[in-house]
């Protein structure tokens, strides 16, 4: 995780406290480098490897969800799955509408991998949101 300026360049990285809680889920924590200032604007990047995230999809067959979930409103986020060579899957969205969301997903494929990106902007706090991927068969 690391800051990300105006300009979109990137700063640097933070230290990063990660827990999985017992419920399965992954809380990860950044630690700024010094404290912000109350009502100001957070740029981040976030990246992170999950091997075993897609069990679900890869081992079990089934559907997988892929989602956010902030706490506060996010400008954008961004969720890439980058599937084994030759997988194919049928994908969906989840808790978001054309009319209302402002969000964008596809599909390409790059050294026989396929990719599968969803970008959204101006994600509401306290929506969970994302989409679900499943093999085709």
């Keep these: 995780m690391r800051s990300l300026m105006v300009d979109g360049s990137m700063g640097p990285s933070f230290l990063v406290t990660s827990h999985w809680?017992?419920?399965?889920?992954?809380?990860?924590?950044?630690?700024?480098?010094?404290?912000a200032e109350v009502d100001s604007e957070i740029r981040l990047k976030m990246e992170w490897t999950w091997p075993k995230k897609c069990v679900p999809l890869m081992v079990h067959k089934k559907p997988?969800?892929?989602t956010f979930?902030?706490?506060?409103?996010?400008?954008?986020?961004?969720?890439?799955?980058?599937?084994?060579?030759?997988?194919?899957?049928h994908w969906d969205v989840i808790a978001l509408n054309r009319l209302r969301d402002d969000f964008e997903i596809t599909r390409r494929t790059d050294a026989g991998r396929v990719e599968i990106k969803l970008a959204?902007?101006?994600?509401?706090?306290?929506?969970?949101?994302?989409?679900?991927?499943?093999?085709?068969?």
Excluded at 21 to 34: A, M, N, R, T, W
Excluded at 80 to 89: M, Q
Excluded at 122 to 136: D, I, K, T, Y
Aim: proline share 11%; aromatic share 8%.
């Design 120 to 137: 959204i902007n101006n994600l509401p706090a306290n929506r969970r949101a994302g989409m679900v991927l499943e093999l085709q068969r």
């Design 64 to 66: 997988d969800p892929f």
């Design 69 to 89: 979930y902030f706490r506060q409103p996010v400008e954008r986020a961004t969720y890439t799955i980058i599937l084994p060579p030759g997988a194919e899957v």
């Design 21 to 35: 809680s017992e419920d399965g889920k992954l809380d990860v924590v950044s630690h700024f480098h010094s404290p």
